[in-house]
């Protein structure tokens, strides 16, 4: 497996790192190793917009209206 280094990193991102190894229990490599491969191989979210652009077309917006149909609702829980 290859070695990565990195220079010239701020201390405050230090502190924070051995904080939050702490916190998971790990060593600050293996937390940082989990960073890593957390932002670099999940896949990207995808936003409300291209969720719904991707849902399929079923059926016609009438399947969809409401019915005014008090009785029925008054039955729902009984």
Known sequence: ?????????DDDLVQ???KRAGAHGRSQEAELR???AAALLTPPRRNLAQLLAAMPEVGV????????????????FD
Do not use: N
């Open 1 to 9: 497996m290859p070695d990565l280094l990195v220079c010239g990193v």
């Open 16 to 18: 924070a790192l051995k």
């Open 34 to 36: 989990a960073i890593l």
């Open 61 to 76: 917006d009438a399947d969809f209206q409401r019915r005014d149909d008090q009785r029925a609702a008054a039955d729902v």
